[in-house]
């Protein structure tokens, strides 16, 4: 499985040799790296609203996604075999989330559809990680990923259209590592919790956390729905 997920980063050959850059890269480009740093440097301010919302997205994401195996293991004592059956079905959930929210995003806007889906996620927290009845933890994890993805659907299109022309082709991939940097700690700080709680209640008490810090960077920032690259628009509060 590992060397079969590892097959589509073949397309980047492809994609290096016969897709053409875009019109807006070409005439934005910049000549060397000094630029480059300058060009982010002179949207400071934007760059670390972009970093913490990078953090606290990856931390919803690792924070409900890496030790949910562990948690049916632990509270529930599935086998690998259920392991494995359970997080496929709650990952055909993060699928349908994902492109349903980035679908309802073109229309109430990205801030908006990305709050809805995290405040979702909240109120699904008890049947996702301590439900007393196996068909209900199934829909709870279902429909966790559902909205957790589906606020991640958003993602690509938002941080896409934030950046200015002449950082977009570096500004959304460097911002986006960067808050993966600063949320790796979270399966690590939750392992610590579980030891001397248990799982259930380390994941929900987590999820609680992080999905509100969320909500509350997502709501403190701005949108740029609809932008058109290459011409200057105002910015949407």
Not at 13 to 32: A, D, G, M, Q
Not at 61 to 70: A, E, K, M, V
Not at 177 to 205: E, H, K, N
Not at 222 to 229: A, H, P, S, V, Y
Request: aromatic letters at 10%; hydrophobic letters at 55%; a positive charge.
């Amino acid at each position: 499985m590992f060397f079969i997920g590892g097959l589509p980063a073949l397309l980047a050959i492809f994609v290096r040799l016969r897709v053409k850059e875009s019109e807006v890269w070409e005439r934005t480009r910049h000549e060397n790296w000094s630029q480059l740093g300058r060009g982010i440097a002179s949207h400071w301010r934007l760059f670390i609203y972009l970093v913490l919302l990078m953090m606290m997205m990856n931390f919803v994401s690792h924070g409900t996604q890496d030790l949910y195996p562990t948690l049916l293991k632990r509270a529930w004592n599935f086998s690998p075999r259920k392991v494995a059956a359970v997080t496929a079905f709650t990952m055909v959930g993060a699928i349908s989330g994902g492109i349903l929210f980035g679908l309802l995003s073109d229309r109430v806007g990205r801030r908006r559809s990305m709050i809805i889906a995290l405040f979702c996620a909240i109120l699904v927290i008890p049947l996702w990680a301590l439900s007393p009845a196996l068909s209900l933890l199934l829909a709870g994890g279902f429909v966790m990923q559902f909205m957790v993805q589906g606020a991640w659907g958003i993602i690509p299109a938002h941080l896409t259209e934030l950046s200015p022309d002449s950082v977009r082709g570096f500004l959304p991939g460097f911002s986006y590592q960067c808050g993966v940097a600063l949320a790796g700690l979270v399966t690590f700080i939750q392992a610590i919790f579980a030891a001397r709680t248990s799982y259930p209640a380390t994941m929900a008490l987590t999820a609680l956390t992080v999905l509100i810090g969320a909500i509350v960077v997502s709501a403190l920032g701005r949108e740029k729905r609809g932008i058109t690259f290459g011409e200057t628009v105002s910015i949407s509060e």
